[in-house]
């Protein structure tokens, strides 16, 4: 019989929570190793400097939490994170990042990841990200919520310009603007259409007006950036 002393021994010792570290850098790498060995609650049990190798760990290892570089090559860091989730691992991630913009802090957020960290944070402040989130807690700033909050205005800002702009071109004209995004001169377009070049240009002026534009190139560019055309599909 286990004698009572020893079962509560057992009891009070912190639970170890299994840790993987993905980052092209050995020297980052290194730092989540130092976080892990200063921590009671954490093992670094494997380690990537690519996403197609971190996929392969997850799979293998299961760790309880990935502490994901965001810029890897191969195959990036919120890709790994998309993979992960849409396989259902049941893995914690905490982002490390060079980068602060809202538009990289609010993809982490859509994808579920569980804390955001910088790389320029020091080793205390990566510990404690990794041990909040390894228990279950979430890591983000307040400044990094605003850049997130403020992000989804811009992209739904964007959506509805983009809507609205749509709405406003008929059939021909986002016909003749894709066109006009792969080079085609008004007397090319009037051939494929079959119209006169005449006709195109009026098309085209009406083209302007509605994407409140004044040449070619900022017609096109315009439209590409609302999403309207794809300047890749020819």
Same mark, same amino acid.
């Given at each position: 019989?286990?004698? %009572? ?26 730092? $989540? ?10 093992? /670094? ?7 197609? @190798? ?29 993979? $992960? ?14 980068? @602060? ?56 800002? =964007? ?11 008929? %059939? ?5 603007? &894709? ?8 007397? &090319? ?13 009026? =098309? ?10 004044? @040449?070619?190139? &900022? /017609?096109? /560019? ?13």
């Amino acid at each position: 019989m286990q004698a %009572p002393a020893d079962t509560e021994a057992r009891r009070r010792q912190p639970v170890l929570r299994r840790v993987v570290v993905v980052d092209d850098h050995p020297v980052l790498r290194g730092v $989540v190793r130092l976080a892990c060995n200063a921590s009671p609650t954490l093992e /670094a049990v494997g380690e990537a400097e690519d996403g197609r @190798t971190a996929l392969e760990l997850c799979r293998r290892l299961k760790p309880d939490l990935l502490v994901l570089d965001l810029l890897l090559p191969e195959m990036g860091g919120l890709e790994v994170a998309r993979v $992960v989730r849409e396989e259902g691992l049941p893995i914690r991630i905490l982002a490390l990042s060079g980068r @602060t913009d809202g538009k990289v802090v609010l993809e982490c957020m859509r994808l579920d990841v569980e804390g955001f960290v910088r790389k320029t944070a020091g080793v205390q402040a990566i510990s404690e990200a990794m041990e909040l989130v390894a228990a279950g807690g979430r890591v983000y700033s307040a400044d990094e919520e605003r850049e997130a909050v403020a992000e989804l205005g811009r992209v739904a800002r =964007h959506v509805h310009d983009a809507d609205g702009v749509a709405s406003a071109l008929t %059939p021909r004209e986002t016909e003749i603007l &894709q066109m006009l995004g792969h080079g085609l001169t008004m007397r &090319q377009v009037g051939n494929r259409l079959g119209i006169s070049p005449r006709t195109v240009e009026t =098309h085209i002026a009406k083209l302007y007006r509605k994407l409140d534009v004044r @040449t070619r190139v &900022q /017609a096109v /560019a315009r439209a590409a950036a609302l999403g309207l055309i794809d300047l890749e599909d020819r």
